[in-house]
């Protein structure tokens, strides 16, 4: 048995449903699954798909629960939902690492590799935590050093999709997981 953790900031999808009535329902149940829905999801916060995000950090989760702490302070609290899920999953569930998702679509050199940047060592710092952003537009270092002109690193959706996997030890879940796998919920301040 894995234990997973779903935080949930108030106003936000899964803090208006009880999850321990109807379970974790991606909000879009009818969309397919493919690569470019799933980086989305994590990369650039579209929700719109049918993936469940879930972390094996309750850290993490507590973090996202107090998100939306920022738009209605100490009215009312956030929730992190403790998810139990074991093998054989339940019918018509999927859990997908997004690393190797990634990673299996990922041409081998000497093609370009989507998911590498040309910034400095504190770039990948601007994009796992939102308030040192503004180290993604620093501009690169360029070879030759007088050449080119001034630009900010490049960051792939790859990229930024990897690194906030890595961040928030998420796992996705494809597909609806079932009430009875919520098994606690605390409330968080």
């Known amino acids: ?66 998100l939306g702490r ?6 009312r609290p956030g929730y992190v939902y403790q998810v139990e899920i074991s093998a054989p999953l339940p019918a018509g569930l999927q859990l997908l690492d997004p690393i190797k998702e990634i990673g299996g679509a990922v041409p081998p050199p000497p093609a370009d590799i989507p998911y590498q940047h040309d910034g400095n060592f504190d770039f990948i710092l601007g994009v796992i935590k939102p308030e040192l952003r503004h180290l993604l537009s620093r501009p690169i270092a360029q070879s030759p050093p007088e050449g080119g002109t001034a630009r900010s690193p490049n960051l792939s959706l790859q990229l930024e999709t990897l690194l906030r996997t890595l961040r928030d030890a998420e796992v996705l879940a494809l597909g609806t997981i079932p009430r009875d796998h919520v098994q606690d919920w605390y409330e968080v301040w």
């Open 70 to 75: 920022l738009a209605a302070p100490q009215q």
């Open 1 to 66: 048995m894995a234990i997973y953790y779903r935080g949930a900031g108030v106003g936000t999808w899964w803090h208006e449903r009880d999850t321990r009535d109807q379970g974790l329902t991606p909000k879009n149940t009818d969309a397919a699954h493919s690569l470019d829905r799933l980086m989305h999801h994590i990369g650039r916060a579209d929700y719109n798909n049918p993936h469940v995000s879930l972390t094996l950090s309750y850290g993490i989760a507590c973090e996202y629960a107090r």
